[in-house]
Nanobody, 124 residues
Framework: VQLQASGGGLVQAGDSLRLSCAAS????????MAWFRQASGKEREFVSG????????DYADSVKGRFTISRDNTKNTAYLQMNSLKSEDTAVYYC??????????????????WGQGTQVTVSS
């Protein structure tokens, strides 16, 4: 399995970005997908997760109402639409996957495949 994250960049506070995570190697629709982030000097944290069908999503409290996770199983790609970005959203964002598992608790799944990370920098 390979996960390729992209879409990061340098933006100003209040701007939007859309991250993409392209997956290959296994049946994408059988995966639970998630986004995590790690800011400099901090631990990696869960941002958002989505079930294989897209019917179940979850978000960290810090991004609820601003970020939206989605997936296109025909394109083997998951997305993270980030609106109203804040300086505290600055981090390296990683996509993650867990295959052949169904769970309603997408936040606490043990994700075992990880992408390489994409940097998001929000200037205030």
């Amino acid at each position: 399995v390979q996960l390729q994250a992209s879409g990061g960049g340098l933006v100003q506070a209040g701007d939007s970005l859309r991250l993409s995570c392209a997956a290959s190697g296994r049946t994408f629709s059988r995966s639970i997908m998630a986004w995590f982030r790690q800011a400099s000097g901090k631990e990696r944290e869960f941002v958002s997760g989505i079930s294989g069908s897209g019917g179940i999503t979850d978000y960290a409290d810090s991004v609820k109402g601003r970020f939206t996770i989605s997936r296109d199983n025909t394109k083997n790609t998951a997305y993270l639409q980030m609106n109203s970005l804040k300086s505290e959203d600055t981090a390296v964002y990683y996509c993650a996957a867990r295959y052949d598992m169904s769970s309603r608790d997408v936040k606490n799944v043990l994700y075992n495949y990880w992408g390489q990370g994409t940097q998001v920098t929000v200037s205030s």
